[in-house]
Structures are given as C-alpha cells and as structure tokens.
C-alpha cells in the first residue's frame, strides 16, 4: 500500500481506510487490526530506513523509505513484532535529536540498534487484506541491515 509522504503514523488509519465513518454520526469506528502471519503466506523482504513508527492496542504501522528506490512504504504491524531480534511493545520509539542509546520510559524495550530516519533495515512482510478489503503490506520483523 502506498499513502502520501507526508501522511504520518498519526494519520496512518486515515491512508489505510482503518476508521470508518457512518453516514449521519460524528464519531469514527476503529476496526482491529493486529495479524499474525499465517503459515502458508508467501514472505518477501524489503530495505531501507525506517522514516515513522507508531503502535496501538488496535493496529500500528510504519514506513520505510525503499534503499533502491527512494519510494516510501507504508507497512502495518503484526500482532507481535519483533525488532533488532526481540520482542517489541514500544508503541511510539525515540525520534531523530533524541538520547537514542537510552531508551525512555514509554520504550524501554525499543532496540538502541534501531533508530528511526538512520538505520538501513530489512523489513519481512507478506500481503493480505485489512478490514476494509484494501490490499496491505503487514511485517513482524525489522532487523538492522548488516
């Protein structure tokens, strides 16, 4: 799935059609989505820097400026993500100008080999549909490229 560049995690929902609004109400329903990768899925790969990162209890997501091309990806989360080798909870990780080595309360488990808008990564997805029936990217693994 491709969204604007200047679209942020914030706005992620909004790119990938997450909230949907009914006619008539002014209030927006969130549809979960969190998957775990299926067994018989086929698993690509992709590289480049990770430009925006963020999570919530109902879905998360994440860019990543391809090394090849320069073309931002948007990719959602999996139920479980695991980055630079572990697990990861962190929900919105240390930006660019912050103390990257010391991880803060909100992330403490974010890994300090990771940081976003620098590192190269290798990113593992697979394609599959979110709630509204548009095609998506979704990763559960980020390692720091070697």
Do not use: E
């Not at 329903?29 to 690509?44: D, I, Y």
């Not at 090849?68 to 930006?95: E, H, K, L, N, W």
């Not at 909100?106 to 709630?131: E, F, L, Q, S």
């Amino acid at each position: 799935m491709r969204c604007p560049r200047t679209a942020t995690i914030a706005a992620f929902s909004l790119c990938a059609g997450l909230f949907s609004l009914a006619p008539g109400r002014a209030d927006t329903t969130l549809a979960t989505f969190l998957p775990t990768r299926p067994s018989h899925v086929q698993v690509k790969s992709a590289s480049g820097v990770l430009t925006d990162y963020g999570r919530g209890t109902q879905f998360g997501g994440f860019d990543l400026r391809d090394d090849s091309t320069g073309v931002i990806d948007r990719f959602a989360t999996a139920r479980r993500m695991r980055i630079g080798g572990a697990y990861v909870a962190c929900s919105d990780p240390p930006q660019p100008g912050y103390d990257h080595f010391a991880p803060g309360p909100a992330c403490p488990d974010w890994p300090r080999t990771v940081v976003i808008g620098r590192t190269h990564v290798v990113v593992t997805y697979w394609k599959t549909v979110d709630p509204q029936g548009r095609a998506t990217l979704v990763s559960d693994v980020i390692s720091p490229k070697n």
